[in-house]
């Protein structure tokens, strides 16, 4: 039976092992992605919720998120 060296069967094998290794990473960090993803846009629903509900008791305002403070956003017209 013909066989290759033993060194270029060992590059082989180190070659594959380290193709599947990163393979597996990847799968991992598109499924973390996926995930992060989804977290990412409950936050975005959640701060939406927060801003409605800022608006139907203060009205339309800047908030300085360091203070708490706020001040009203007056419209184009001044109002």
Same mark, same amino acid.
């Given at each position: 039976?013909?066989? =290759?060296? /033993?060194? /270029?069967?060992?590059?082989?094998?180190?070659?594959?092992?380290?193709?599947?290794?990163?393979?597996?990473?990847?799968?991992?960090?598109?499924?973390?992605?996926?995930?992060?993803?989804?977290?990412?846009?409950?936050?975005?629903?959640?701060?939406?919720?927060?801003?409605?509900?800022?608006?139907?008791?203060?009205?339309?305002?800047?908030?300085?998120?360091?203070?708490?403070?706020?001040?009203? =956003?007056?419209?184009?017209?001044?109002?």
């Amino acid at each position: 039976m013909l066989k =290759i060296k /033993q060194e /270029q069967l060992d590059a082989i094998n180190s070659q594959h092992a380290e193709s599947s290794s990163i393979f597996n990473q990847l799968g991992w960090l598109e499924a973390k992605k996926h995930e992060l993803l989804h977290k990412f846009a409950k936050v975005n629903a959640d701060m939406e919720d927060t801003k409605k509900d800022l608006e139907s008791e203060y009205g339309q305002v800047n908030v300085n998120l360091e203070t708490g403070e706020y001040t009203k =956003i007056e419209d184009e017209q001044g109002n």
